[in-house]
């Protein structure tokens, strides 16, 4: 079982940018894809992004051109760079394969606020 592990949340003003990170446990090497979920209390979880294994990126229509998802395999390392944060992209932010496979993480609390 995949071990998971999101940093890089933070108390962030309107907009400006976090850098979020996962590390996985094992590699994840070129099999799976890789995805970025949010979830705010009271809510289901949703996709933010998620990167293919050959590298082909795709995003939430919220994301509108702010967000890049990255990964880099050699340590089993998937990113998540925010710009232009809202105060609507306060949550808590997890990695998983995309489709979701392993258990999820804890997260990393994404607070945008003045």
């Known amino acids: 079982q995949v071990q998971l592990v999101e940093t890089g949340g933070g108390l962030v003003q309107p907009g400006g940018s976090l850098r979020l990170s996962c590390a996985a446990s094992?590699?994840?090497?070129?099999?799976?894809?890789m995805g970025w979920y949010r979830q705010v209390p009271g809510k289901q979880r949703e996709l933010v992004a998620f990167?293919?294994?050959?590298?082909?990126?795709n995003y939430a229509d919220f994301v509108e051109g702010r967000f890049t998802i990255s990964r880099n395999n050699a340590i089993s390392t998937v990113y998540l760079q925010m710009n232009s944060l809202k105060p609507e992209d306060t949550a808590v932010y997890y990695c998983?394969?995309?489709?979701?496979?392993?258990?999820w993480g804890r997260g990393t609390q994404v607070t945008v606020s003045s």
């Open positions: 094992e590699s994840f090497s070129r099999v799976y894809h």
């Open positions: 990167i293919s294994t050959d590298g082909r990126m």
């Open positions: 998983n394969a995309f489709p979701e496979l392993w258990a």
